[in-house]
């Protein structure tokens, strides 16, 4: 026989734990009573904590021929059957703790942990509770006993007992902490005016472990703090849980991500949402879930279609939630006849549903289909034409009727202020609302919230993106002229007019300031900077604007002059679903068409049935060296004309604004302005709206960052961001491709400079680089370039690369 000091390690001990079926837990058994392991404590424990995993009843059946077990060895089996066994066995449990004749401290966390796995239980918890009272002196209430009593009442809903006992814990860990503040999240995930109450108590909580020294939250903290902040629409919270996520290089798993897509959704950041899907490595059921109900609930019912198919071509078995999450997206986007098959039977189905609370969420659709209350095509176009920031487009523009009786209004006004061309450019993007809700040039009020904030808030509370001050700057000596009146006349270069600027406010024009807030620097060579800011006047004027009429260039290419109004009409009669907006400064080259046709190809998939691409050239100020617009634009009508794009999926219209090239500022006005113009999808790239430094040999922001401001820009949650592929000419194939680090030695990347230089020489580009027609415009652009520089005609600034 073994002895006590040997029989800890002897060799059938270590054998134990790879025992992995009956078989080999009773060879094991006959070895312990040969050489005597069962008259051990140690050894049996082993034994009782294998063979309850393996087969309990023969684990009982040991346990049974124990004379006199010990109380570590109940304590034993009590704790393998709870983990192992959840609720199927509980009592199991509680007739061996009938048994001991002296509990102790370890006894009881198993115990308590069973009694709340279900409501049948929770008297037999309580009544552990007096035990614990009885039993236990006060000073030997470990830890362990007083976070097994915290967990059972916050598993029962009792959360005032359970905060109670956990305010008595000296230093609790943080298994204990992460118990309580699930317990909050998950007892308030009502909509009652005291669920609101245990939201913030659990924020409170949250606080608290934050200031204890003892412990750091992990990813089960940050879940629950997610849950309560969705709760309570707490988005500032909901981001900080996600920063410290990311700096504190905890996992974003299945777990934390729903939680995160949940917590985005239900603030209304839809971008977010997707960001942080798209970012998951593993996704389950659940996940789509969140992502699939975060859509319905704002009435992405077609892209909410095309994530559940995404969840079955996945291999993922979708449970009633799906189906339940999925047939409510349909009913609040009228789309009957998709409901209808992902309810009946689809190839996307994989398994049967039975239940209650689905048909009931079938049955909407059906209804309103047999009422004849939706016509599916009117009311995908309307889903897909969001509404404008503010719900109206602010069209400017004075009624044809009453244009000649507002020109003599005009005449008559004393005082009047002269627009250059960039102040002309933007008196033509208020007119036509691609500012809106913009009434005119900004007041000192919405220049200081767009210069400090970004967005310019509404008197209905609502928030608005506004990134770029749209204002009108004065001199001293038109400041005097002014005085008291409380209207301009405002005139072109030929002193024709062209808007009333009325109810005015004068206030100082803060050039550094604005400068800084808005470029990041207040280097000298701002290209904008120089132009529209430096050397303008020392005040602003703001006020509603009265266009007399629509703005026109008479340059040939009025005609890609589509105010909103007119793109959403446009968009309206080609029955588009959804529409993708793809803006740039520079000629079209074969990688930009990649990025543009893929995305169609992207939004196909979802289940859009017609998308169509909003291609919007920027048409207003650019620097010296950019390409003109003109030479854009026909190089543009060569790309349609050779099938690189299709014109019937394509609308070509200018951006009237002009060009700040300040980063991720301006590319949120960008993005503000295709919202107003009816897209929903907006494609960004890298470093989009950025330059070089004006005096440094390096960018100006960091490349990425346009694309990450754009996902977190208030006002802007409506609008999905498509962040741009890299693409790159693949000399393998001979063609644009999208780049593939693996084999990163087959790329070539073609600068603009590049570009430029070979178009200066007159050179071509690899095949496949842009359409030879194409190219030859930009050839012809740059042989005018340098005949006119050769008369004299041209700066060299303006054919500098």
């Known amino acids: 026989m073994t002895s006590p000091s040997t029989s800890n390690n002897h060799r059938c001990v270590n054998l134990i734990s790879k025992c992995k079926t009956l078989e080999n837990l009773k060879q094991i058994h006959g070895q312990f009573l040969t050489i005597g392991l069962s008259h051990h404590t140690f050894p049996l424990s082993k034994l009782l904590l294998l063979s309850s995993t393996v087969c309990l009843p023969y684990a009982l059946s040991i346990f049974r021929r124990i004379s006199n077990p010990s109380v570590f060895l109940y304590n034993t089996l009590i704790a393998s059957i709870v983990s192992n066994h959840q609720s199927?066995?509980?009592?199991?449990?509680?007739?061996?703790?009938?048994?001991?004749?002296?509990?102790?401290?370890?006894?009881?966390?198993?115990?308590?942990?069973?009694?709340?796995?279900?409501?049948?239980?929770?008297?037999?918890?309580?009544?552990?509770?007096?035990?614990?009272?009885?039993?236990?002196?006060?000073?030997?209430?470990?830890?362990?006993?007083?976070?097994?009593?915290?967990?059972?009442?916050?598993?029962?809903?009792?959360?005032?007992?359970?905060?109670?006992?956990?305010?008595?814990?000296?230093?609790?860990?943080?298994?204990?902490?992460?118990?309580?503040?699930?317990?909050?999240?998950?007892?308030?995930?009502?909509?009652?005016?005291?669920?609101?109450?245990l939201h913030e108590e659990g924020l409170r909580l949250f606080v608290n472990m934050r200031m204890s020294s003892c412990v750091r939250p992990n990813e089960v903290s940050l879940v629950a703090l997610m849950k309560s902040c969705a709760g309570l629409g707490d988005l500032c919270g909901g981001v900080w849980a996600h920063v410290y996520l990311l700096k504190s290089n905890l996992s974003l798993n299945q777990f934390v991500g729903t939680s995160l897509i949940d917590l985005y959704s239900k603030c209304g950041c839809l971008s977010f949402a997707r960001q942080v899907f798209d970012e998951m490595h593993q996704r389950d059921t659940l996940c789509y879930n969140a992502m699939i109900r975060g859509l319905a609930v704002h009435g992405f019912g077609l892209e909410a279609i095309g994530f559940y198919k995404n969840l079955i071509s996945q291999g993922l078995a979708p449970d009633d939630a799906t189906f339940v999450v999925t047939i409510s997206a349909c009913s609040h986007s009228g789309l009957v006849d998709e409901a209808a098959i992902v309810f009946s039977g689809s190839p996307f189905r994989s398994s049967p549903i039975n239940?209650?609370?689905?048909?009931?969420?079938?049955?909407?659709?059906?209804?309103?289909?047999?009422?004849?209350?939706?016509?599916?095509?009117?009311?995908?176009?309307?889903?897909?034409?969001?509404?404008?920031?503010?719900?109206?487009?602010?069209?400017?523009?004075?009624?044809?009727?009453?244009?000649?009786?507002?020109?003599?209004?005009?005449?008559?006004?004393?005082?009047?202020?002269?627009?250059?061309?960039?102040d002309l450019e933007w008196v033509h993007v208020l007119?036509?609302?691609?500012?809106?809700?913009?009434?005119?040039?900004?007041?000192?009020?919405?220049?200081?919230?767009?210069?400090?904030?970004?967005?310019?808030?509404?008197?209905?509370?609502?928030?608005?993106?506004m990134s770029v001050p749209i204002v009108l700057a004065i001199d001293d000596e038109q400041k005097s002229r002014i005085g008291d009146s409380d209207r301009v006349t405002l005139v072109d270069s030929s002193g024709n007019p062209i808007a009333i600027l009325s109810d005015i406010e004068i206030y100082k024009h803060p050039k550094e300031e604005r400068i800084a807030r808005t470029w990041g620097t207040t280097a000298p060579g701002l290209p904008y900077a120089e132009e529209a800011i430096t050397r303008s006047g020392n005040w602003l004027i703001g006020g509603d604007l009265q266009v007399l009429e629509p703005i026109k260039y008479n340059d040939g290419l009025d005609r890609f002059r589509l105010s909103p109004s007119q793109l959403r009409e446009?968009?309206?009669?080609?029955d588009a679903d959804a529409v993708f907006a793809f803006q740039l400064r520079n000629p079209v080259h074969n990688g930009h068409a990649l990025l543009m046709t893929d995305?169609?190809?992207?939004?196909?998939?979802?289940?859009?049935?017609?998308?169509?691409?909003?291609?919007?050239?920027?048409?207003?100020?650019?620097?010296?060296?950019?390409?003109?617009?003109?030479?854009?634009?026909?190089?543009?009508?060569?790309?349609?004309?050779?099938?690189?794009?299709?014109?019937?999926?394509?609308?070509?219209?200018?951006?009237?604004?002009?060009?700040?090239?300040?980063?991720?500022?301006e590319v949120q006005w960008h993005a503000k302005a295709r919202i107003n113009a009816g897209a929903n999808f907006y494609i960004v790239g890298r470093d989009p709206a950025g330059m070089?430094?004006?005096?440094?040999?390096?960018?100006?922001?960091?490349?990425?960052?346009?694309?990450?401001?754009?996902?977190?820009?208030?006002?802007?949650?409506?609008?999905?961001?498509l962040p741009f592929k890299v693409a790159a000419y693949d000399t393998t194939q001979g063609k644009m491709a999208f780049f593939d680090p693996a084999r990163s030695q087959d790329f070539l990347f073609i600068s603009g400079t590049k570009?430029?230089?070979?178009?200066?020489?007159?050179?071509?580009p690899p095949d496949g680089f842009m359409c030879p027609s194409g190219w030859k415009v930009l050839v012809d652009y740059y042989d005018s370039v340098n005949a006119e520089s050769g008369n004299g005609r041209v700066s060299e600034a303006a054919i500098s690369a």
Request: proline share 6%; glycine share 8%; aromatic share 8%.
């Open 755 to 764: 570009m430029r230089g070979l178009a200066k020489k007159k050179e071509n």
């Open 431 to 465: 007119s036509e609302g691609w500012a809106s809700p913009l009434r005119g040039f900004m007041r000192q009020s919405e220049f200081l919230q767009t210069l400090h904030f970004n967005s310019i808030r509404l008197e209905d509370g609502s928030v608005v993106n």
């Open 355 to 422: 239940s209650h609370r689905v048909s009931l969420y079938a049955s909407r659709p059906v209804s309103l289909r047999r009422g004849g209350v939706f016509s599916r095509r009117g009311l995908a176009v309307k889903a897909a034409l969001i509404e404008p920031d503010g719900g109206k487009l602010m069209d400017l523009v004075v009624e044809e009727s009453k244009r000649r009786v507002m020109k003599r209004e005009a005449e008559t006004v004393p005082v009047r202020i002269m627009l250059n061309r960039v």
């Open 692 to 721: 070089a430094h004006p005096t440094e040999k390096r960018d100006l922001y960091d490349a990425d960052h346009g694309k990450q401001v754009l996902s977190m820009s208030p006002g802007l949650e409506r609008l999905n961001i």
């Open 570 to 574: 446009e968009f309206t009669k080609r």
């Open 88 to 197: 199927t066995q509980t009592h199991l449990a509680f007739s061996l703790y009938a048994q001991i004749s002296r509990p102790n401290e370890f006894t009881y966390p198993s115990l308590l942990k069973a009694s709340g796995f279900h409501p049948r239980w929770h008297r037999h918890g309580r009544a552990l509770h007096a035990h614990v009272l009885k039993f236990l002196e006060p000073v030997n209430h470990d830890r362990f006993v007083q976070a097994a009593l915290v967990g059972f009442y916050a598993n029962c809903g009792k959360l005032r007992v359970a905060r109670s006992l956990f305010d008595r814990i000296t230093e609790p860990d943080l298994a204990t902490w992460n118990t309580l503040l699930a317990a909050y999240a998950r007892s308030s995930e009502g909509e009652g005016e005291i669920d609101l109450g």
């Open 599 to 665: 995305t169609r190809r992207r939004l196909l998939e979802m289940g859009y049935k017609n998308p169509v691409l909003l291609l919007n050239p920027l048409g207003g100020f650019t620097k010296a060296d950019d390409v003109p617009l003109s030479w854009r634009m026909r190089q543009h009508e060569k790309v349609l004309e050779d099938g690189v794009l299709d014109p019937e999926t394509t609308v070509v219209s200018i951006f009237p604004s002009p060009m700040h090239y300040a980063g991720p500022t």
